[in-house]
């Protein structure tokens, strides 16, 4: 009966869920730019490399085309995108080495990939206090220039904030209470301090793995549980391989994309103006289209084959747990006063 549902789940995720992968997952690629191998009728003056642990698909290569066409119109041909998918650059850590080294101009990322770079950014993915997509947004708006600064004084461009969905604990066996993690073996992004923290107050032990690892960690059962969103756990199949989901959340998955200023200083100011105006214009639709998605993949998901486990009952719980790991975050993960800072922005915009 259960893999007479996976199989329904996976027609189901074909026409519904938006194929992304979790580090852009989380986050999506800004569809400014180009499928690998697209190029204008003339060689353009400058190729951007762009690389994302994105998977490939029919929707992103359409989106990703139309952007790149209209950053050509901008900048009469002179700028283009080429795009790597898939990890085909390897994992963040990797991307931000290879954009430093300039074998990689640009990358699509998480807010961990982006704490590579300017460490203050994972506050972003401190839990338990993003509820809506509207904390989010307020928070972005006001501490955003002061993240973009600090990036911007690593040596980096920001093309844009964005995000990719609510994330959730999806599992083999159902996770109602943090305390059930500590019988669990919990998958860890390697370069995760913040859930690496989470884990720590429960007394749970995560398993370290690269994103390219979990589908056979999933598999051979080296991992049990996968933090993640609804449009990672669809696009990168993870679904085959898990049960349960939490109902809550208490987070989102939060990123952006950045290009190092090595290549913005290529460019003239007309064109390095042409690619950040280009993706501020679209910012929005990305947004609304990443987020729909997200709920998409969610229903999808829950409606065929993976139960949804209502944690409600220990709310109390989750809130303490979120707090004793902001608490060990604060002046240690994250400068204590803009964490402070946040909290109070998002419990504003509530």
């Known amino acids: 009966m259960r ?8 027609r189901e995720m074909l026409r519904h869920a938006v194929p992304l992968a979790l580090a852009v997952a989380a986050l999506a690629v800004p569809p400014h730019v180009g499928a690998q191998g697209d190029s204008p009728a003339s060689a353009p003056a400058h ?5 994302t642990i994105a998977p490939r698909n029919s929707l992103m290569h359409r989106l990703t085309a139309r952007w790149n066409e209209q950053l050509a119109e901008r900048t009469e041909g002179r700028l283009q995108v080429r795009v790597y998918w898939g990890g085909q650059m390897g994992d963040e850590r990797t991307l931000v080495r290879k954009m430093r080294i300039g074998d990689v101009d640009a990358a699509s990322m998480t807010s961990i990939g982006l704490s590579i770079i300017h460490r203050p950014v994972l506050v972003m993915q401190a ?4 509820a809506t997509y509207a904390q989010v947004d307020r928070v972005r708006e006001e ?3 002061e993240l973009r600064q600090g990036l911007e004084a690593a040596g980096f461009g920001l093309l844009g904030f964005g995000d990719s969905g609510r994330i959730r604990l999806f599992s083999q066996e159902p996770v109602r209470r943090p305390s059930d993690l500590r019988r669990m073996r919990p998958w860890v992004p390697r370069e995760d301090a913040i859930f690496r923290q989470m884990l720590s107050v429960v007394g749970a032990t995560g398993v370290p793995l690269s994103i390219g690892e979990v ?17 990672a756990v669809a696009g990168l199949q993870w679904f085959t391989a898990l049960h349960y989901t939490t109902s809550q959340s208490d987070g989102f998955l939060v990123g952006g994309m950045v290009v190092r200023q090595g290549f913005l200083d290529e460019l003239s100011a007309d064109d390095r103006s042409a690619l950040f105006e280009v993706s501020a214009q679209n910012h929005e639709r990305l947004l609304r289209g ?5 709920e998409r993949a969610f229903e999808a998901l829950t409606r065929h084959g993976i139960e949804a486990i209502d944690t409600e009952p220990y709310r109390a719980e989750w809130v303490e747990t979120a707090r004793l790991t902001r608490q060990r975050m604060r002046g240690r993960v994250v400068p204590a006063a803009l964490l402070d800072r946040v909290e109070q922005i998002a419990a504003a915009a509530r």
């Open 47 to 51: 190729v951007m490399r762009l690389a």
């Open 290 to 294: 990443v987020r729909a998605g997200d």
């Open 127 to 130: 839990p338990g206090i993003f």
């Open 3 to 10: 893999q007479e549902k996976r199989k329904v789940l996976s």
């Open 215 to 231: 589908f056979g960690g999933l598999r051979t059962r080296m991992i049990d549980v996968a933090p993640g969103t609804a449009l």
């Open 143 to 145: 501490v955003g220039p």
